[in-house]
């Protein structure tokens, strides 16, 4: 019956396609739409780095949903080092994992969501996948560095209807485009700063006739604050793209990514009060090569009209090797041997395709425009994992495996299919109502097969084999209301999902049983809000919201038949979460003259949450309690709340930024007081301010100074229970960083 389904959700895409096809035909009958338009007197505002999209962005829809813009040239953020509390400080809501110094893996989560590597999100470049799996996997291990890209764009829980799974929305980093005027562009910015950083971006690009192209490349490296953390990490970028004719045009895009970072580890509690800065991990590394391989071809019969295919490819590894037991474990020479223990190796390797069909027809019926977007998806991933390989003893960045058999003793293949078609349409009734609604159509695949570990005789405890299917519809609602002025309305209701993750089919025992019938979690989210502007003067988007996220996964404590206990894992609770989303910014002096040259912008992010479980039962009681039922979900602050002021006086800019995430458990079951390892308890209140300034001259040359962590305070935004840990780790001490960039 799914199947059937699907089949009717890909012919009514079809016949959209065909349609569009037709409609350009000779002998078609042609439209033309005359209206007068009103003089109006245009007044400038100039924007502070966040926006919100418009009805429409390129071939996607977007009405009624909540969207943020944010531009990072307008920003006056720590880009060298991706400081994420600073590129996302304009967007409500959003946490922040601050897993090391390099800023190589962006960890950021909405909602009360988990930031880890970005999971609930669907972290895409370009509009691309860039996640280690979307399906099975999605953790995003490269993220592009901030200083190539443009903007970044965020849509809430609503994306789903467009972009398919995660319960957290869409996260989009927009690399730098090729200038349209200009044959020969380039650029370059060199970066020095605190703990040995160095920081090169070179960029070049233009137009040549019909054909553009966009080129960088990156270079960062530093020592680190904290002992045993250098690293190094290498960005190539090009795009090409080429207007084959009016109607049609193409690109292609290659990134490559290699990074090598040393991993200093967790600490306890009263070690990171003794010492945050100290590491008792010398011989941990992690490496992460990303390729990823775009394609498109664009159609645009008419003005009405868009067709887009885009393909896509990955091929990636995710590397690490390091002393892994808790940090209450010394890592030193046995003197029997005179070198130090054999280090743990882990490694993935992914290899990804993807290919994309969207249409878009603008069209008229009873005297009014609609929008009409349609779509196909199709994607195969596949993972191998290889863990627990006894590595070498010796303290660099080697991967290599030592084991006697020259194999892993667990070795996983997993394979993750999709299948996909969406429709959404804006209806605009009146003057100021629309209405979008939309479905979209999934079948998901998920495979995996291969050895747990090898017997003690040898023999191997081989995964039962897995092959699951499921077919299911997911539905939204979307509206809209303009008010007078420059200000509306919006809301929306959308059903999410989030797959299966490849991680909820491995148990950590041989003895544990996964559920044959695991579920995806399965849920829904509203949103409520009004956002506008005032002059040049006043911008606000205030929202409410409600998620539910259900079928969360976790574990049972069974019984076989002969009396022995096993862990069971399977579908067992839910999670509710509610909360507020306000962002104001305001210029004052503009309500004194508005034609000051002066510039004094104001602004407040402000997010109130509340993330609770449900009935949630516990396989072993946590803290004296067998149900979650009514515990704050891990890692969701019930505020987090960031305020900042730029100035701006002809060329020169000095911004400076408040950032507060108020105290979050680092586990379900809400422990409060710290275990030995640093592993579990609370993670206090953190307050940081950061500053910056600039001065461009002749729109050319730019010096900046960034300087993070003002006021040098202690802090931490995670424990961790294994990589890049365990235990507690530190947030980065004060670190001032220089920059001077030329622009040809």
């Known amino acids: 019956m799914g199947c059937r389904i699907l089949q009717i959700g890909f012919i009514s895409v079809l016949v959209f396609i065909t349609s569009v096809l037709r409609a350009e035909e000779p002998g078609g009958e042609k439209f033309l739409w005359v209206d007068t338009l009103k003089s109006v007197d245009i007044q400038g505002f100039r924007e502070r780095g966040r926006e919100w999209l418009q009805e429409r962005d390129g071939l996607v829809l977007l009405a009624g949903k909540k969207t943020e813009l944010i531009r990072l040239d307008d920003l006056g953020a720590n880009t060298v080092q991706n400081q994420s509390r600073q590129l996302f400080g304009k967007a409500p809501g959003i946490s922040v994992w601050e897993s090391d110094g390099s800023g190589m893996q962006i960890g ?58 995660q319960f957290g929305g869409l996260l989009d980093y927009r690399i730098r485009q090729a200038p349209a005027d200009r044959k020969l562009f380039v650029e370059s910015r060199q970066s020095g700063g605190s703990y040995g950083l160095w920081s090169s971006f070179n960029a070049l690009g233009g137009t040549v006739g019909r054909l553009s192209y966009y080129a960088f490349y990156h270079h960062r490296q530093a020592d680190g604050w904290r002992e045993h953390s250098r690293y190094r990490s290498d960005v190539l970028y090009g795009s090409i793209g080429y207007r084959i004719s009016e109607k049609w045009k193409t690109s292609f895009s290659y990134t490559r990514s290699t990074n090598r970072l040393q991993q200093a580890g967790g600490l306890t509690d009263a070690q990171f009060a003794a010492d945050a800065r100290q590491s008792l991990r010398a011989r941990n590394w992690f490496s992460a090569p990303w390729n990823i391989f775009t394609g498109s071809l664009q159609y645009d019969p008419d003005s009405m009209t868009s067709l887009q295919l885009s393909v896509n490819g990955l091929i990636a590894e995710r590397n690490s090797v390091g002393f892994v037991s808790s940090v209450t474990v010394a890592d030193t020479v046995n003197p029997a041997t005179g070198s130090y223990a054999p280090r743990q190796v882990d490694r993935d390797f992914y290899t990804n395709f993807g290919l994309e069909l969207r249409g878009l027809r603008r069209y008229h019926w009873l005297g009014r425009e609609h929008v009409l977007s349609a779509g196909l998806r199709y994607f195969r991933g596949n993972t191998r994992r290889d863990q627990r390989g006894q590595g070498t003893t010796g303290t660099g960045a080697d991967f290599a495996i030592t084991n006697s058999n020259g194999r892993f003793p667990r070795s996983l293949e997993f394979g993750s299919g999709n299948l996909a078609a969406f429709v959404e349409n804006v209806f605009h009734l009146g003057q100021r109502w629309s209405l979008s609604p939309g479905l979209r159509l999934e079948q998901v695949r998920s495979e995996g097969e291969g050895r747990y570990a090898f017997n003690s005789d040898g023999s191997e405890s081989r995964m039962q084999p897995l092959e699951q299917e499921r077919t299911f519809l997911l539905a939204g609602l979307g509206a809209s209301y303009k008010l007078p002025g420059e200000w509306s309305l919006y809301g929306n209701w959308s059903q999410a999902y989030r797959p299966v993750l490849f991680s909820d089919l491995t148990p950590p025992a041989t003895t544990d049983v996964v559920d044959p019938d695991l579920r995806d979690a399965r849920g829904h989210s509203a949103e409520l809000g009004i956002r506008g502007k005032w002059l040049d003067r006043l911008r606000a988007d205030v929202s409410v919201y409600t998620m539910t996220y259900g079928d969360r996964i976790g574990n049972l404590s069974r019984t076989n038949a002969d009396g022995s206990s096993y862990l069971y894992r399977t579908n067992l609770g839910t999670s509710l979460h509610r909360g507020l989303e306000a962002y104001v910014e305001v210029n004052p002096l503009r309500f004194l003259n508005h034609r000051t040259r002066v510039e004094l912008t104001l602004w407040n992010s402000l997010a109130l949450m509340k993330a609770t ?132």
């Open 613 to 744: 479980y449900g009935d949630f039962p516990l396989a072993s009681p946590v803290n004296g309690t067998s149900n979650l039922d009514g515990k704050r979900v891990e890692y969701a602050p019930a505020l987090v709340h960031r305020w900042g002021a730029s100035f701006l006086l002809g060329d020169f800019r000095a911004e400076l930024q408040y950032s507060y995430t108020g105290k979050v458990y680092a586990d379900a079951g809400n422990t409060e007081l710290p275990n030995a390892n640093g592993q579990a308890g609370v993670i206090p209140a953190w307050t940081v301010w950061d500053a910056s300034a600039g001065y461009t001259w002749k729109e050319r040359y730019e010096l900046k100074v960034n300087l993070s962590n003002l006021f040098d305070d202690r802090y931490f935004t995670r424990r961790s229970g294994g990589y890049p840990g365990p235990g507690l780790l530190p947030g980065e001490a004060r670190t001032l960083i220089v920059t001077v960039g030329m622009k040809l």
């Open 108 to 165: 950021v989560g909405s909602r009360g969501l988990s930031p880890n590597r970005s999971w609930e999100f669907n972290v895409r470049q370009n509009g691309y996948d860039i996640a280690a799996d979307p399906f099975g996997y999605p953790e995003a291990y490269y993220n592009p560095p901030s200083e190539a890209v443009e903007s970044i764009t965020l849509v809430r829980g609503a994306a789903g209807l467009q972009y398919g799974p």
